[in-house]
């Protein structure tokens, strides 16, 4: 059983920087691509970015581009979220996700339902 744990969430000011980080449970992570989604309160879940397996490629949300970095760890079995400048709009549960099934080197799955396996959320609480 695949399992991701998330760490790195919590309270920061407006302008402030996290740095979230989710490990994966499982022999075969170079070959997963990686997402970071989000869910604020009374909102549905929205996608933020993800990494192709490789790494070597990535995609951001609109709202989060030039803010928000995405990169992983094939060493470690971890991708990180580093987010700067951030604002009150970030505040969120963000969740990691990976996608076991995908077969291209530089994908980005940026869907939901591309996903299979999710991590329990983080809580990010950017304070104005």
């Known amino acids: 059983q695949v399992q991701l744990v998330e760490s790195g969430g919590g309270l920061v000011q407006a302008g402030g920087s996290l740095r979230l980080s989710c490990r994966v449970s499982?022999?075969?992570?170079?070959?997963?691509?990686m997402g970071w989604f989000r869910q604020a309160p009374g909102k549905e879940r929205e996608f933020v970015a993800a990494i192709s397996r490789s790494g070597g490629s990535t995609k951001s949300a609109d709202s989060v581009k030039g803010r928000f970095t995405l990169s992983k760890d094939n060493a470690k079995n971890t991708v990180y979220l580093q987010m700067n400048s951030l604002k009150s709009d970030d505040t969120a549960v963000y969740y990691c996700?990976?996608?076991?099934?995908?077969?291209?080197?530089?994908?980005?799955?940026?869907?939901?339902?591309?996903?299979?396996?999710w991590g329990q959320g983080s809580q990010v609480t950017v304070s104005s």
């Open positions: 996700a990976a996608d076991s099934t995908s077969r291209s080197t530089s994908y980005t799955p940026t869907a939901q339902y591309e996903y299979d396996y």
């Open positions: 499982t022999r075969t992570f170079n070959n997963y691509p």
